[in-house]
């Protein structure tokens, strides 16, 4: 039903029709059958390696993090996994672990499979669990991973707590007693504000393409109530034409309401109205994200060593981190098309 969705797919026909069969040394990539996967080994043997590579060090990092006494003498920091979730690398000795795991999540992201992301995603939340003040910028990678799981309301409660909780000067990240991402079902339709004109854009560019994603449903909805030349459509008419339209956005499946012919074409210029000011806002902060998104697989191959914001750095892991949802979004790409012709 849904247009855009990263759905488990053979890695070699890409066929969704069972591809049961998951390689069991990186867990990444999944088959329709043996015969497919023999098949695309000579493609896939080099970055399996270095995922399996990956992981290895990570074990080892984990099975040294895990009996850490701290070195005796009660100067250093026992068990970390026991004593210190959430101030991970604060505690020296987690470093190597995070960077580690860091590395693993950086060679997955480049597999481009439903079970990656998965991992992925899975490897950051837990990082951002034992590491509150993510010294390793893991926030900036989360919320497209959502949108290509079809999460798009945990895309936007995650970016709404970091640009309004984790945005405040006082927020304590070391107090395990305070609230952290722990905003749940905030309204989408709400006015974007809080990610315009904010210190860097990693979280505005998710959001305005999870409110891309509404608008294009939408305006879908409208041509097709329009051409079924209904003035006032029943609400089993209604339920008709949702059934028969591909829609990008999971955000209808909780809040079916917005679908209601009632004020449509209302909530249609809302969304313009707020995608405009995003699309501004990021281009504001950063100049060469919107004209280079197209060819983001070209231009995110190697990740800078450093950035500040606004720069050619910093857009490759811009392009890096969003490029795929957008490229995944049936319509996205046209719609920045059509903004950057028109401003
Ligand atoms: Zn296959
Ligand atoms: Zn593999």
Not at 168 to 176: E, I, K, L, P, V
Not at 246 to 262: N, V
Not at 272 to 294: A, P
Request: hydrophobic content about 35%; charged content about 25%.
């Amino acid at each position: 039903m849904v247009k855009n969705v990263l759905i488990p797919r053979c890695s070699y026909c890409n066929s969704d029709h069972e591809p049961d069969l998951r390689c069991s040394a990186c867990k990444v990539t999944r088959y329709c059958s043996s015969e497919h996967q023999s098949s695309d080994w000579g493609r896939h043997k080099s970055t399996c390696h270095t995922i399996k590579r990956c992981r290895r060090a990570l074990d080892v990092e984990d099975t040294k993090l895990r009996n850490d006494d701290g070195g005796g003498g009660g100067f250093g920091w026992a068990f970390p996994f026991e004593n210190y979730v959430g101030h991970f690398w604060g505690v020296y000795s987690t470093r190597p672990y995070m960077r580690a795991r860091f590395n693993l999540v950086a060679e997955i992201v480049k597999v481009n499979t439903h079970d990656a992301a998965t991992a992925a995603l899975g490897h950051l939340l837990d990082m951002l669990r034992l590491c509150r003040g993510d010294n390793q910028g893991v926030r900036d990678l989360v919320p497209a991973l959502y949108l290509r799981l079809n999460r798009d309301q945990e895309c936007y409660d995650f970016s709404k707590w970091y640009q309004t909780e984790g945005i405040r000067g006082d927020y304590n990240w070391g107090d395990m007693n305070l609230g952290f991402l722990d905003l749940k079902n905030e309204d989408v339709m709400e006015s974007a504000a809080v990610f315009c004109d904010q210190w860097g854009t990693s979280h505005a560019i998710p959001v305005t393409l999870m409110k891309v994603r509404m608008l294009l449903d939408l305006r879908d909805l409208a041509t097709a109530s329009a051409l079924l030349e209904v003035p006032s459509l029943n609400p089993d008419a209604v339920r008709s034409i949702q059934d028969h339209l591909d829609f990008r956005s999971p955000i209808w499946k909780a809040r079916p309401e917005l679908l209601a012919p009632d004020g449509l074409e209302e909530k249609i210029r809302v969304l313009e109205q707020q995608t405009d000011d995003l699309f501004k806002s990021v281009n504001k902060g950063n100049e060469y994200f919107w004209k280079s998104i197209f060819d983001y697989e070209k231009l995110s191959q190697t990740p800078p060593h450093s950035y500040s914001n606004g720069t050619r750095e910093e857009n490759v892991l811009l392009l890096m981190h969003n490029g795929r949802a957008w490229d995944e979004t049936e319509g996205a790409m046209g719609w920045v098309l059509d903004k950057l012709k028109s401003s």
